[in-house]
């Protein structure tokens, strides 16, 4: 079945040091991938997205990776701050598919 | 601040009782989605409106149902509840239900079923 899942439920990284946060995903049909943060006590907050047709798209401080081959997905997120611990969900869609899956999380800690 | 409004924030209730959550959805988007998150564990996807009428269902019990109403506010409605249903539940709210966008999360209702 549809299914998109973390290889890492938990990451520890320093203040200004990079961090990657993975994602595997299983439907090869799905053509439209988001990742959200959310902080404690609060909803789900869109960071960036990306769709099939793309293997790399960059934001402010984060960019995500696609590659369509092995169904992997990441986010990179440079000079990480405290303010970016929270945890970290991708999530997958088939465009017209109605259905945006998400994975387990992965919480981000971030040490001063 | 997405735009996205969930009442009660917290509900608590006993078991076998029947609780309704709203949402109102951002300015212009006409898709509402609804999300389950337990402790610990990730978003499950439960059902999508669009424009008033039911577009998607993912893993959503029978005891729950949804509408849609016409100024696009969506209400959930949990019955006969049981402690596994505590949870946090959110909405979502989406410019169009053909999931090609992203969505906009409200804060969320916390569940407690006693």
């Known amino acids: 079945g549809e299914s998109v899942g973390l290889h890492l439920p938990t990451l520890s990284v320093q203040e200004g040091d990079n961090s990657i946060i993975n994602c595997a995903y299983s439907?090869?049909?799905?053509?439209?991938f988001i990742w959200y943060k959310q902080e404690s006590g609060k909803g789900p907050q869109f960071i960036i997205d990306?769709?099939?047709?793309?293997d790399k798209r960059q934001g402010q401080r984060v960019t995500v990776l696609l590659n369509k081959t092995v169904k992997h997905l990441s986010l990179q997120i440079a000079a990480t701050q405290p303010g970016d611990s929270a945890v970290y969900f991708c999530a997958e869609s088939n465009t017209g598919g109605f259905k945006t899956i998400f994975g387990a999380g992965t919480r981000l800690f971030v040490k001063a | 601040d997405s735009g996205v409004t969930q009442t009660p924030k917290h509900l608590i209730t006993a078991t076998g009782q029947r609780v309704t959550l709203r949402c109102s959805p951002r300015?212009?988007?006409?898709?509402v989605y609804w999300y389950q998150q337990s402790l610990d564990q990730g978003l499950q996807f439960l059902i999508q409106y669009y424009n008033g009428e039911e577009r998607a269902k993912g893993n959503i019990l029978e005891r729950f149902s949804a509408q849609q109403f016409p100024d696009l506010h969506s209400e959930l409605n949990l019955s006969s509840l049981e402690l596994g249903d505590s949870a946090l539940y959110f909405c979502?709210?989406?410019?169009?239900?053909?999931?090609?966008?992203?969505?906009?999360f409200g804060n969320g209702t916390r569940l407690t079923v006693t």
């Open positions: 439907n090869s049909a799905s053509d439209y």
């Open positions: 300015s212009g988007d006409l898709s």
């Open positions: 990306i769709r099939s047709n793309m």
């Open positions: 979502a709210s989406s410019q169009d239900g053909a999931s090609n966008s992203p969505l906009h």
